[in-house]
C-alpha cells in the first residue's frame, strides 16, 4: 500500500522544502505584480466598525458614521453630494416631487426649509401635489389614519384616503371652489405658464396667511415670496387643472401654454452653465416631473442645437426599478445616453432606493445641519430675461447652420 505524505501548511517548519518554499514565494511576487496586486485599493474604504448609537447623537452624525451599506450607504452618499457639492453657490439645484408627498407632510417638514435656506431654485411637480398643498395654505385639516379599512364605508362616511392619510371630502370641494374664485380674477385671465399660475396662487395664499396671522402655510406661499418658480409638466394632470378646465367652459380663467414652461426651465439650465456654473437635479420620486427637470438638456442639444453636456449632479430617491424599462427607475448612466447627464460629471450622482418619506427629511436635516444658507436665485423674476438670452444664442446658432457649407 503506498504511503502519502501528509499535508501540512507550507508555513509549518515541518514541511519546509527548497523548492516548495520558492514556488510559493514566486506565486506571491506575480500576484503582487499582477490582478490581485490591485488588493489593497480594494480594500482602502473606511473600516466597518461603527460606536454604538448614543441617545444625544445628531442626525448628521448619525448619517456619516452608521449609514454604512446597501441603501443606507447611498443616502450617506446622496446627503454628502447635496450638502457639500450640489449646495455651493455656483450651483442651480432643481427638485422634482412625485407620488403624494404633500398630503404626507412632505412639503411643510422638508420643501419648505429648503426653499426658505437657499437650496431648491427651481421646482417641477406633479399638479396633484400642488393641489393638495393647496389645503394646508386654506387651514384644511388632513389626518394620519390606516391603510386597513374598509374604503366603501369611507365613501359612505364622505372620507378620502390617500394609503393611511384620511380627510373630509369636503377638503376637495372647498378647495375647488376657492381655486375656481380666485382663477376668475383678473390677473388669471390670460394665457401663462404654470410658473405664472402657481406664483399667482401662492400670492393670493400667502393674503390669506397674513389675514391669518401664519406664514409658510404651504410650498406656494414659500416658493411665491423667495421666487422659486413652481413648474407642472402635465398641468391637466390634477385638480387644479380640472378647474381651470371648467373655467375654460366659462370662457374665463387661465390659459396654459406648457411651451413656455419648456423653454422657461431649458433657459434656466442654460443659464447656469453658460455662466461658468453648474446644473444639479434632485428627483423625489420619478414620472412626469422627474423627465421634466432632465429633458432640458435634450432640448438645449437636441433640438436648439445649442453646445452642453448635461446636468452636473444627479440625486435621485426612488422606489422603481431599472429593469423595467420606465423612467421613473432608469438610472444616472442610462440618461447620460439622452444627453440629460454629463458623463464626465457621472461619478457625481447617487440613486437612492428608498421612500421618499424615509429619505428627503434625513436629506434635509443632513443639508440644513452641514450647509450654510445660500442667497435666492429669485429665478421666477428672471424669466423672461433668461429665455431671452436663451432665444438669442438659438437664433444665432440655427443662422450659423443655415449659412454653413453643405
Same mark, same amino acid.
Given at each position: 500500500?503506498?504511503?502519502?505524505?501528509?499535508?501540512?501548511?507550507? +508555513?509549518?517548519?515541518?514541511? !519546509?522544502?527548497?523548492?516548495?518554499?520558492?514556488?510559493?514565494?514566486?506565486?506571491?511576487?506575480?500576484?503582487?505584480?499582477?490582478?490581485?496586486?490591485?488588493?489593497?485599493? @480594494?480594500?482602502?474604504?473606511?473600516?466597518?466598525?461603527?460606536?454604538?448609537?448614543?441617545?444625544?447623537?445628531?442626525?448628521?452624525?448619525?448619517?456619516?458614521?452608521?449609514?454604512?451599506?446597501?441603501?443606507?450607504?447611498?443616502?450617506? =452618499?446622496?446627503?454628502?453630494?447635496?450638502?457639500?457639492?450640489?449646495?455651493?453657490?455656483?450651483?442651480?439645484?432643481?427638485?422634482?416631487? +412625485?407620488?403624494?408627498?404633500?398630503?404626507?407632510?412632505?412639503?411643510?417638514?422638508?420643501?419648505? *426649509?429648503?426653499?426658505?435656506?437657499?437650496?431648491?431654485?427651481?421646482?417641477?411637480?406633479?399638479?396633484?401635489?400642488?393641489?393638495?398643498?393647496?389645503?394646508?395654505?386654506? /387651514?384644511?385639516?388632513?389626518?394620519?389614519?390606516?391603510?386597513?379599512?374598509?374604503?366603501?364605508?369611507?365613501?359612505?362616511?364622505?372620507?378620502?384616503?390617500?394609503?393611511?392619510?384620511? @380627510?373630509?371630502?369636503?377638503?376637495?370641494?372647498? $378647495?375647488?371652489?376657492?381655486?375656481?374664485?380666485?382663477?376668475?380674477?383678473?390677473?388669471?385671465? #390670460?394665457?401663462?405658464?404654470?410658473?405664472?399660475?402657481?406664483?399667482?396662487? /401662492?400670492?393670493?395664499?400667502?393674503?390669506? =396667511?397674513?389675514? @391669518?396671522?401664519? =406664514?409658510?402655510?404651504?410650498?406656494?406661499?414659500?416658493?411665491?415670496?423667495?421666487?422659486?418658480?413652481? !413648474?407642472?409638466?402635465? *398641468?391637466?394632470?390634477?385638480?387644479?387643472?380640472?378647474?381651470?378646465?371648467?373655467?375654460?367652459?366659462?370662457?374665463?380663467? *387661465?390659459?396654459?401654454?406648457?411651451?413656455?414652461?419648456?423653454?422657461?426651465?431649458?433657459?434656466?439650465?442654460?443659464?447656469?452653465?453658460?455662466?461658468?456654473? #453648474?446644473?444639479?437635479?434632485?428627483?423625489?420620486?420619478?414620472?412626469?416631473?422627474?423627465? @421634466?427637470?432632465?429633458?432640458? =438638456?435634450?432640448?438645449?442639444?437636441?433640438?436648439?442645437?445649442?453646445?452642453?453636456? /448635461?446636468?452636473?449632479?444627479?440625486?435621485?430617491?426612488?422606489?422603481?426599478?431599472?429593469?423595467?424599462?420606465?423612467? +421613473?427607475?432608469?438610472?444616472?448612466?442610462?440618461?447620460?445616453?439622452?444627453?440629460?447627464?454629463?458623463?464626465?460629471?457621472?461619478?457625481?450622482?447617487?440613486?437612492?432606493?428608498?421612500?421618499?418619506?424615509?429619505?428627503?427629511?434625513?436629506? $434635509?436635516? !443632513?443639508?440644513?445641519?452641514?450647509? #450654510?444658507?445660500?442667497?435666492?436665485?429669485?429665478?421666477?423674476?428672471?424669466?423672461?430675461?433668461?429665455?431671452?438670452?436663451?432665444?438669442?444664442?438659438?437664433?444665432?446658432?440655427?443662422?450659423?447652420?443655415?449659412?454653413?457649407?453643405?
Amino acid at each position: 500500500m503506498e504511503r502519502r505524505t501528509p499535508e501540512v501548511a507550507p +508555513s509549518d517548519p515541518a514541511c !519546509y522544502h527548497p523548492r516548495t518554499h520558492a514556488a510559493i514565494g514566486n506565486l506571491h511576487t506575480r500576484a503582487v505584480g499582477g490582478v490581485m496586486g490591485h488588493k489593497k485599493k @480594494f480594500l482602502s474604504g473606511k473600516k466597518i466598525y461603527p460606536d454604538p448609537i448614543t441617545v444625544d447623537l445628531p442626525v448628521d452624525r448619525l448619517i456619516d458614521e452608521t449609514f454604512l451599506a446597501y441603501n443606507g450607504g447611498r443616502l450617506q =452618499e446622496a446627503c454628502r453630494l447635496f450638502a457639500d457639492r450640489m449646495l455651493q453657490d455656483d450651483v442651480t439645484v432643481g427638485i422634482s416631487l +412625485s407620488g403624494a408627498l404633500t398630503p404626507a407632510g412632505v412639503g411643510r417638514s422638508c420643501i419648505i *426649509p429648503l426653499i426658505k435656506a437657499g437650496f431648491i431654485d427651481w421646482i417641477a411637480s406633479t399638479g396633484a401635489n400642488l393641489y393638495h398643498d393647496t389645503h394646508f395654505g386654506l /387651514g384644511m385639516s388632513l389626518h394620519r389614519g390606516t391603510h386597513r379599512i374598509d374604503d366603501a364605508v369611507l365613501r359612505q362616511e364622505e372620507v378620502i384616503r390617500i394609503y393611511d392619510i384620511l @380627510f373630509d371630502y369636503n377638503v376637495l370641494l372647498d $378647495t375647488d371652489k376657492y381655486l375656481r374664485t380666485i382663477m376668475k380674477e383678473p390677473p388669471f385671465c #390670460k394665457v401663462m405658464g404654470t410658473a405664472e399660475l402657481h406664483y399667482l396662487l /401662492g400670492k393670493y395664499l400667502a393674503a390669506r =396667511e397674513k389675514e @391669518f396671522g401664519v =406664514e409658510d402655510s404651504c410650498i406656494l406661499t414659500t416658493a411665491y415670496r423667495a421666487a422659486v418658480p413652481c !413648474y407642472v409638466s402635465s *398641468p391637466g394632470d390634477s385638480s387644479i387643472g380640472m378647474n381651470i378646465a371648467e373655467l375654460a367652459l366659462r370662457e374665463t380663467g *387661465p390659459r396654459i401654454d406648457v411651451s413656455l414652461d419648456v423653454n422657461e426651465t431649458a433657459a434656466i439650465v442654460w443659464e447656469a452653465k453658460q455662466r461658468k456654473g #453648474k446644473s444639479a437635479v434632485l428627483i423625489l420620486g420619478g414620472g412626469s416631473p422627474k423627465n @421634466f427637470v432632465l429633458q432640458t =438638456e435634450p432640448q438645449i442639444q437636441e433640438v436648439l442645437g445649442l453646445p452642453d453636456r /448635461g446636468h452636473d449632479y444627479f440625486v435621485q430617491i426612488t422606489d422603481a426599478r431599472p429593469d423595467s424599462g420606465g423612467l +421613473s427607475g432608469a438610472t444616472p448612466a442610462e440618461a447620460v445616453s439622452w444627453g440629460k447627464v454629463d458623463p464626465d460629471m457621472l461619478a457625481d450622482s447617487v440613486v437612492v432606493y428608498a421612500d421618499s418619506t424615509i429619505a428627503a427629511p434625513l436629506l $434635509t436635516a !443632513y443639508a440644513l445641519k452641514r450647509a #450654510k444658507a445660500r442667497r435666492l436665485k429669485r429665478l421666477y423674476d428672471r424669466r423672461v430675461e433668461l429665455v431671452g438670452k436663451l432665444k438669442t444664442a438659438f437664433l444665432s446658432r440655427d443662422r450659423q447652420r443655415q449659412q454653413s457649407p453643405r
